[in-house]
């Protein structure tokens, strides 16, 4: 008798199983997730209630979370070591609002939080939070925004979040996505030797990504020597990139040495150009970065990047700076003077 050949499964039905699995196992992740980050809180509140009762509290507080370390140890493993329990306490110390009727943002895992909780500045914190979470940002992106105060280079302090499940009142303007400087360390490019434009454009196509987390959010990529043709003329944009929070192109022009104002007309035709024969209907005024190695203050003051809303010049760094280097570029911008970061948070 031969054999009969069993019929072949109906199209896409494994993919359609693997995908069942797949968000299964994605909810029980987030569910455990957020489940461990609550737990930890709320330890780290009965350690500090704890720690507040007790007579000579510095001594007694040392004693108990070492103490407490050795008794959770033999049943719960070195996951609740003296250092963890120390960051569950300052997580409570740094979020206590949580039970207040605020949740903890279910997006960030704890590794986040860690990150998070030792920013100093509370609007830098609500930041990072909100970006974390909107933006899935992975705990290597959100630790490389911290090292590289994103916040602190935005030119100006990001539009209010508008109350859950309601839309923000108006959009954001670009002050409050561009920033100054931008690091790009990511290109690997060795500061002591200054690359050609050229170099420098394809450098950042190569490592689009990590420039489009660079630029911000709701940037998309539209071209790299983007040609705007007149009657008589031909001109190219370095690169160009809609946003789609601001609903305008914005080009950028890469410049390798100091700001001029050459470069400032320049952008500022590129800008009218594009406006004239690009923008579509709907869209707002084109804007144009000119990425620079350097710039002088003064020039940028006294010329009409003072005053436009759709011209800005930006510096860009190579290697991450220090803290303190970061510090002093953004005193010289007068934009703020940030608090350092606390160094004296548990790791």
Same mark, same amino acid.
């Given at each position: 008798?031969?054999?009969?050949?069993?019929?072949?499964?109906?199209?896409?039905?494994?993919?359609?199983?693997?995908?069942?699995?797949?968000?299964?196992?994605?909810?029980?992740?987030?569910?455990? $997730?957020?489940?461990?980050?609550?737990?930890?809180?709320?330890?780290?509140?009965?350690?500090?209630?704890?720690?507040?009762?007790?007579?000579?509290?510095?001594?007694?507080?040392?004693?108990?979370?070492?103490?407490?370390?050795?008794?959770?140890?033999?049943?719960?493993?070195?996951?609740?070591?003296?250092? $963890?329990?120390?960051?569950?306490?300052?997580?409570?110390?740094?979020?206590?609002?949580?039970?207040?009727?605020?949740?903890?943002?279910?997006?960030?895992?704890?590794?986040?939080?860690?990150?998070?909780?030792?920013?100093?500045?509370?609007?830098?914190?609500?930041?990072?939070?909100?970006?974390?979470?909107?933006?899935?940002?992975?705990?290597?992106?959100?630790?490389?925004?911290?090292?590289?105060?994103?916040? @602190?280079?935005?030119?100006?302090?990001?539009?209010?979040?508008?109350?859950?499940?309601?839309?923000?009142?108006?959009?954001?303007?670009?002050? @409050?996505?561009?920033?100054?400087?931008?690091?790009?360390?990511?290109?690997?490019?060795?500061?002591?030797?200054?690359?050609?434009?050229?170099?420098?454009?394809?450098?950042?196509?190569?490592?689009?990504?990590?420039?489009?987390?660079?630029?911000?959010?709701?940037?998309?990529?539209?071209?790299?020597?983007?040609?705007?043709?007149?009657?008589?003329?031909?001109?190219?944009?370095?690169?160009?990139?809609?946003?789609?929070?601001?609903?305008?192109?914005?080009?950028?022009?890469?410049?390798?040495?100091?700001?001029?104002?050459?470069?400032?007309?320049?952008?500022?035709?590129?800008?009218?150009?594009?406006?004239?024969?690009?923008?579509?209907?709907?869209?707002?005024?084109?804007?144009?970065?000119?990425?620079?190695?350097?710039?002088?203050?003064?020039?940028?003051?006294?010329?009409?990047?003072?005053?436009? @809303? @759709?011209?800005?010049?930006?510096?860009?760094?190579?290697?991450?700076?220090?803290?303190?280097?970061?510090?002093?570029?953004?005193?010289?911008?007068?934009?703020?003077?940030?608090?350092?970061?606390?160094?004296?948070?548990?790791?």
């Amino acid at each position: 008798m031969p054999k009969t050949t069993p019929p072949a499964a109906p199209s896409g039905f494994f993919d359609e199983v693997r995908s069942i699995l797949r968000e299964a196992r994605s909810t029980a992740y987030a569910a455990a $997730n957020t489940a461990m980050v609550d737990a930890y809180w709320r330890i780290g509140r009965r350690i500090v209630e704890e720690e507040q009762g007790g007579a000579a509290r510095a001594e007694y507080g040392s004693q108990l979370i070492r103490n407490l370390a050795r008794a959770l140890g033999e049943e719960f493993g070195k996951g609740l070591s003296v250092a $963890n329990l120390k960051n569950f306490r300052q997580f409570y110390l740094t979020f206590p609002e949580a039970g207040k009727g605020y949740a903890l943002r279910s997006e960030l895992s704890w590794t986040h939080w860690r990150l998070v909780m030792r920013v100093d500045h509370p609007q830098a914190r609500a930041y990072y939070i909100e970006e974390c979470a909107r933006q899935q940002w992975s705990s290597r992106m959100l630790e490389r925004a911290i090292e590289t105060c994103s916040y @602190q280079r935005l030119l100006a302090d990001p539009a209010p979040s508008a109350p859950a499940g309601r839309p923000p009142k108006s959009g954001p303007t670009p002050h @409050q996505l561009l920033k100054d400087p931008y690091i790009l360390e990511f290109l690997d490019l060795p500061e002591a030797h200054t690359p050609s434009e050229r170099q420098l454009e394809g450098a950042l196509v190569t490592r689009l990504r990590d420039f489009l987390m660079e630029l911000g959010k709701g940037f998309s990529f539209v071209g790299r020597q983007y040609r705007i043709s007149t009657e008589s003329s031909h001109f190219y944009v370095d690169l160009v990139f809609y946003n789609y929070l601001l609903k305008c192109f914005v080009l950028i022009d890469l410049k390798t040495k100091k700001l001029s104002h050459g470069d400032i007309g320049q952008m500022d035709m590129y800008v009218r150009m594009f406006d004239d024969l690009k923008r579509g209907e709907g869209d707002n005024p084109t804007l144009g970065i000119i990425l620079c190695a350097d710039k002088d203050e003064t020039l940028v003051r006294y010329s009409v990047l003072s005053e436009s @809303q @759709q011209l800005f010049a930006s510096r860009y760094r190579l290697v991450l700076p220090s803290e303190e280097e970061l510090q002093a570029e953004l005193e010289r911008r007068h934009i703020l003077d940030w608090p350092a970061q606390d160094e004296g948070s548990e790791s």
